[in-house]
């Protein structure tokens, strides 16, 4: 049964070696836990196609057109509707036993953001830190919010992001803050 909590997208643009690796880890614990998975295909040159046949309950949206890093992101970000959206890259890795510790913090109360410690390049002490105010999150981890996966959205977030407004910026995902 999958929980409406957090859906997360993965987007992958001819990086099929990256994607399998990922995907094989990915995959299992979002399973595991209920969380829906979903690949946004920017590929021109490589058929994901056989290699995304071996996981059925994962939705393949396959572009029509070449798409930016901005429109990719977007599309990705305003496709899903679960409460939660984690937009990440083929190439980042979620860890094993990170997705119940999210799950089991964005059901705490409602988020507008959560900065997650991706690819391991933050130190986290202890319990995560709660900013409430996005000077303050953005003083503190700003830096950290330019990887695409650092920051998992709330839908409304998403929804009320001037999005057309960074478009070409390449940093799409950190601008949602803004």
Known sequence: MLNPTLGIAVLTNDRLKILDINLKEHYQQCKKHGVKLYVFDNSKVVD??????GYPEVEWI???????????????????KEDYVWVIGEKVTILPGAIPMIMDFLTEKKFSAVVVNCNA???L???????????????????????????????????RAEKNKYMGSGFIHTAVFL
């Open 62 to 80: 396959k572009h029509k057109k070449d798409l930016t890093y901005d429109e990719a992101f977007r599309s990705a970000a305003e496709y899903l």
């Open 48 to 53: 994901n196609g056989p290699l995304l046949a």
């Open 125 to 159: 002490c202890g319990m995560p830190t709660i900013e409430s105010e996005v000077i303050d999150v953005m003083a503190i981890y700003g830096w950290h919010t330019t990887l695409c996966g650092s920051v998992i959205f709330h839908k409304d977030t998403i929804a």
């Open 121 to 123: 390049r933050i130190s």
